[in-house]
C-alpha cells in the first residue's frame, strides 16, 4: 500500500512527505521517518525507480573530482598554493601539480601564481574529510588576465552550457566573448568592449532566473538577438 | 483582571497578519523577511565557511552562530543602543538551539554558518518572527533540514489564553504571560519554549496547544513563500 505523494520534477521544501509505504527508498536530500519518505532540502524531486532524489535547486557548490572551477589565490605555504573553490574548506595545489618548470629551492612561488590571481584548475581529488586536491596539468586550464567573473548558483551551470555546450557557444556566437563557465557557479567573461561583455552577462544572469523552464535556448536566442540589434545601432 | 476582547479587536486564537518573503538580501547564500503584524524580521544566511579562532570548531559538524539583533529604530520611540547587549546574546543562544534538532551540518566539519537576524520595526514576538525568517532563510541557502521550524507567541493576557500577543497585550495593565514557542510542523516537537510570568499548569497546556495550532498556520505561510520563490524558475 505505497503511495507516491510527489510528481516527478515538482518543487519541495524540507519537510515534506515524498511518499508513503515500504515500497519506496530514500536517495539523495531524503530521509525515512516511519513508514514515510520525506525531503531533507529545497530542491526538484526525481523519481528513479523505487529511489526518490531530491535534487538541489539552491545552496553553495559542492566539489567534485573532475569539476574544472575558477578559483582565487587565497594563501601559499613553502610548497603550495591555497585556492578559494568557493566551497567552506579552501582547496590545495601542490607544487608538482602545478606546473611542469623545475622551481629551484627557495624561489618565490609568487613568480608562478600570486594571491589574488585568478586560475582555471581541475579539481583531482576529494576526500571526506573536505580535502580537496586541485591541479593545472590538463589541456585549457591557465591563469585567467583581465575580463571579468560574476557568480551564480552552481547547480544553474549546466543550463548555462546547455546540451553538448549548445547554450554557451550560442552566447560566445553572438556576443564575441570568450566565455568560461566554471562547475564551481564562476563564470570568466572577456570580450572586445564592455558592451559586449554585459550583454553575455544580462543573458547569463536570465539563464539564471529562468534556469529550469523549458525552451530556455530560445528565449535566450530571441533576447541576444534583440539586443545585438541595439548594439549595432 | 478579567480580558473579554482583545485590543485590536482579533480573536483569541488568531494571528496578526503575516507576510513572507525569500530571497531578498542577494549577496547571502539565502535569506528571508518575515512580517507578522507590526514586527519585522530578516534573515541572511552566510557559509559555512572557515571558522577561527580554532578552538571553536567542531570536529565533526559545522558551528551555527545565529546573531539577534534589533535595530536602532525598530522599537516604539526609544532608541535601542545598538550592538549586543545580554538580551539579545540570550536571544540569539535560544534560536541556535532551536534549530539544533533539524539542521544537519554533519556535511561540512570545523565549518561555520552565520545567520544575520535583524528586527527592523518591532511590535513584541521578535525571536518568532527572527526564528521564522531564519527557518527560511536556511531552506534557501540549501542547507539539510529534517523539517522547518515555526514559531510563535503564546500566553494569557489577564485571565485569558491567547496567540502572537503584540505589545501592548504584553504590557496589559491585568498582567500577562508570554511564552515563546518554537516547534517542528510535521511532528509537532517543541525546540524551544521560554516562559516570562506566572501561570497555572492549565492554563500553560491550553497555551501551548493554541500556539501549536498557530504555528501549523504559520507554517503554510513559510511553504508557500519557498515555493512562490522557486516555483517560477520550474514551471514554463
Known sequence: ?233 | MKYTKRLDGRKFDELRPMKAEVGVVKNAVGSARFQIGKTVAIAAVYGPKDLFPKFLQKPQNALLRCYYNMMAFSGSGERVRPGANRRSKEISMVIEKAFEPVLDLSEFPKAVVDVYIELIQTDAGTRCAGICAASLALADAGFDMKDLVCAVSCGLVGDQVVVDLDKTEEDFEGGAVDIPIAMLPRTGEITLLQLDGEISKDDLKKAIEAGKEACQKIYEIQKAALRAKYAQEVVA
Open chain 1, 1 to 233: 500500500m505505497s503511495k507516491l505523494i510527489v510528481e516527478e520534477r515538482q518543487v519541495v521544501i524540507p519537510g515534506d512527505v515524498l511518499a508513503e509505504g515500504m515500497d519506496f527508498l530514500p536517495g539523495k536530500g531524503a530521509f525515512r521517518e516511519g513508514d514515510n519518505i520525506i525531503s531533507s532540502r529545497l530542491g526538484i524531486s526525481n523519481i528513479s525507480g523505487r529511489i526518490l532524489n531530491v535534487n538541489p535547486l539552491a545552496g553553495r557548490y559542492v566539489p567534485r573530482r573532475d569539476d574544472v572551477v575558477i578559483g582565487y589565490i587565497k594563501d601559499m605555504s613553502y610548497s603550495s598554493w591555497f585556492v578559494d573553490v568557493g566551497y567552506a574548506y579552501e582547496a590545495s595545489l601542490s607544487m608538482k601539480d602545478a606546473t611542469a618548470d623545475f622551481i629551484e629551492r627557495g624561489s618565490s612561488l609568487s613568480d608562478y601564481f600570486a594571491i589574488g590571481e585568478i586560475i582555471l584548475t581541475r579539481i583531482s581529488n576529494v576526500t571526506k574529510e573536505g580535502n580537496i586536491d586541485l591541479t593545472m596539468k590538463a589541456p585549457g586550464l591557465r591563469k585567467l588576465h583581465s575580463g571579468k567573473i560574476i557568480e551564480i548558483t552552481a547547480s544553474k551551470i549546466p543550463r548555462v552550457v546547455g546540451k553538448q555546450g549548445s547554450m554557451i557557444s550560442l552566447i560566445k556566437d553572438k556576443t564575441g566573448c570568450s566565455i568560461f563557465a566554471g562547475q564551481n557557479g564562476r563564470i570568466w567573461i572577456k570580450g572586445a568592449s564592455p558592451e559586449a561583455e554585459k550583454l553575455a552577462t544580462d543573458a547569463i544572469q536570465l539563464i539564471n532566473d529562468k534556469a529550469h523552464t523549458s525552451g530556455l535556448t530560445e528565449k535566450v536566442g530571441v533576447f541576444l538577438e534583440k539586443h545585438t540589434l541595439e548594439m549595432q545601432k
